[in-house]
């Protein structure tokens, strides 16, 4: 079996506003990087064939979402570390190591242009923070927060369009 690894970039460019689980988190800043994988298998063991590669069937499909929040609140801090939330208006980030709890699913949506310069919006369905990045909080700049997402399908929707959508529309 090998994997696959597909990268589209710039879906989404300059100022883009980020709503997760339906509150606005801020500002991306650069890129966000829209990753598949892919888990395929070579059908070669075909006797009439041998050592020749006949078909490749696709085994699985993972989809990954990267991006940096521009906005280092206590808010998008815990989304990024996957702690507790406190309230609307938090003042407390707590880290641990508990490791038996599953994790948080988010719906993501992102605001931005897209290459041609319409107006474009990023939608996933199933979202769960796999790695965090590192964070450097500075008291002079703008911080950012690298986060990378899984997104998951949506059972019960077409496998065509059960992970996200991407949708250019004019105002």
Not at 85 to 101: H, P, R, Y
Not at 147 to 155: C, N, S
Request: proline share 4%; with cysteine.
């Amino acid at each position: 079996m090998a994997q696959v690894r597909t990268n589209v970039n710039n879906i989404c460019f300059g100022v883009g506003n980020v709503i997760i689980d339906g509150r606005t988190v801020g500002a991306i800043q650069g890129e966000i990087v829209l990753t598949e994988t892919r888990t395929v298998k070579e059908i070669d063991d075909v006797a009439q064939y041998p050592g020749q590669t006949l078909k490749v069937r696709m085994l699985g499909r993972k989809w990954f979402l990267r991006l940096n929040l521009y906005e280092a609140n206590l808010q998008n801090l815990q989304l990024a570390l996957e702690g507790d939330v406190d309230g609307e208006q938090s003042k407390l980030v707590a880290g641990g190591t508990s490791s038996d709890k599953y994790v948080r699913e988010h719906t993501i949506e992102i605001y931005g242009q897209g290459a041609d310069l319409k107006n474009r919006k990023f939608y996933a369905y199933r979202a769960v923070v796999v790695e965090p990045g590192e964070i450097n909080l500075f008291s002079n700049e703008g911080t950012r927060i690298p986060i990378t997402f899984q997104l998951l399908p949506v059972p019960g929707v077409p496998a065509s369009s059960n992970v996200f959508y991407i949708l250019d529309y004019q105002e």
